[in-house]
């Protein structure tokens, strides 16, 4: 049988350094733990040492290890247990209705016993399923191509516009630090204002009230002002608000490819942006141990997109012509442009996890796996789920 997953080994990984205005983007996203092999053995480099006794210099950005240190044994057995795992498949959104019980969102996540009790509930397998079925609706498909756009959909694209261009109007801060610009504070700060007014232009008047459950995801959905970070906790977050819009009925299916294609595309230019204009850390990044800084969904999507692909296989994203001129179309080469865009070296040594994936025979496995990875190393990870919030669209069950 045909393995479904990664061959090579990736180098000792090296410090990056990149050319962007920031200077440093490291190479993980918020994974705390184990990481998938697709079906083979993957060998990970052991964490670099630090400096004992003396300072680093001050170019040095060190590349974080895993918080949580597990036995070989652990190790195997929880990679073993997300190979074994079931793909998650597509499911409809169940629809709300009458009467409306909508409440301010909370944060029910403590430990990994309530993980599981997430994942084990309908609000959970439901959440999960919406992100399959949003992957599903983009299979095979460009960027570019027609779809169906509401005028739900075009309202969100408007307010993304916006965001986008507050930050024109709020240009980075002048400051020695080459992270984390304090500028960004306040265009979260305008966010935090005019999230519920930017609500309230496509809610339709029954649905009003929902914008005191529906805000906080969005708000939290482009960073934390506090750490000037972002992370895939936050990526999950605008997955999740765009879940509540689907429970109210103001995205139905039919729009999933605008969805994707706009909705997505829109926020993933503007978090592009956040990032390189303030600065913005990776939020617990674990430097080479992880799929990227701050994004995974892209990855999901992007490989959706490729499946079936009559040219392009998984090992095309080396090809640097192919890169420059299809990086457009598809957000799976969008992603690794971006990352050869803002980093320096060897894409196998600050890369390395997307460098074993490359390996792997076709997109449909790469698009299953990543499913359950997201499932293992995002939702199932209580450091990123704990700031989860719950309220009615999103039951605590």
């Known amino acids: 049988m045909e393995p479904e997953g990664f061959h090579r080994s990736p180098k000792s990984p090296q410090t990056p350094t990149s050319s962007d205005a920031c200077n440093s983007i490291s190479s993980a996203g918020d994974f705390h733990g184990t990481y998938p092999n697709f079906g083979g053995h993957t060998a990970y480099p052991s964490a670099p040492q630090g400096f004992p006794g003396i300072s680093p210099p001050p170019t040095y950005r060190p590349i974080r ?10 190790y195997r057995s929880q990679q073993q247990a997300i190979m ?11 629809l709300v209705s009458l009467p409306y019980d909508f409440q301010v969102p909370t944060k029910r996540i403590h430990s990994p016993e309530d993980i599981e009790r997430f994942h084990t ?3 959970g397998n439901n959440f999960l399923g919406f992100v399959a079925a949003l992957s599903e609706s983009i299979r095979g498909r460009k960027i570019s191509d027609t779809c169906h756009q509401s005028v739900a959909v075009n309202s969100i694209l408007s307010i993304l516009e916006t965001l986008v261009r507050w930050m024109d109007e ?3 801060a002048p400051q020695s630090s080459r992270y984390g610009n304090v500028a ?19 809610l339709p008047d029954h649905l009003k009230s929902s914008a005191v459950e529906i805000v906080p995801y969005f708000t939290d959905s482009f960073g934390n002002s506090s ?23 103001i995205i139905r299916e039919e729009d999933y490819q605008a969805v994707v294609a706009r909705i997505f595309v829109k926020y993933l230019e503007l978090m592009r942006k956040l990032q390189l204009v303030y600065c913005l ?20 999507f992007g490989s959706s997109q490729l499946i079936d692909h009559k040219h392009m296989k998984p090992k095309s994203i080396h090809n640097e012509d192919i890169l420059e001129n299809l990086s457009n179309e598809y957000m799976y080469l969008s992603s690794i442009a971006f990352i050869r865009k803002v980093k320096k070296g060897l894409f196998a040594e600050h890369s390395p996890l997307l460098d074993d994936i490359s390996g792997v025979p076709n997109w449909k496995k790469v698009n299953s796996g990543l499913l359950k990875m997201y499932k293992a190393e995002v939702l199932e990870k209580v450091p990123i789920m704990q700031h989860f ?4 669209l999103i039951k605590w069950e």
């Open 281 to 300: 850390e990776p939020a617990g990044s674990h430097g080479v141990w992880g799929l990227d800084d701050y994004h995974f969904l892209p990855f999901i």
């Open 65 to 74: 290890a895993p918080s949580i240190n597990l036995s070989p044994d652990s």
């Open 227 to 249: 750490r000037i970070d972002f992370g895939t906790g936050h990526e999950t977050n605008f997955a999740a608000w765009l879940y509540c819009l689907a429970r109210m009925g």
């Open 84 to 94: 074994l795992a079931p793909v998650p498949q597509p499911q409809r959104v169940t």
């Open 170 to 172: 709020i240009p980075p």
């Open 184 to 202: 960004y504070r306040a265009w979260h700060e305008r966010l935090l204002e005019q999230s519920e007014s930017l609500m309230l232009t496509f």
């Open 389 to 392: 919030l719950f309220g009615w």
């Open 121 to 123: 509930s309908e609000s």
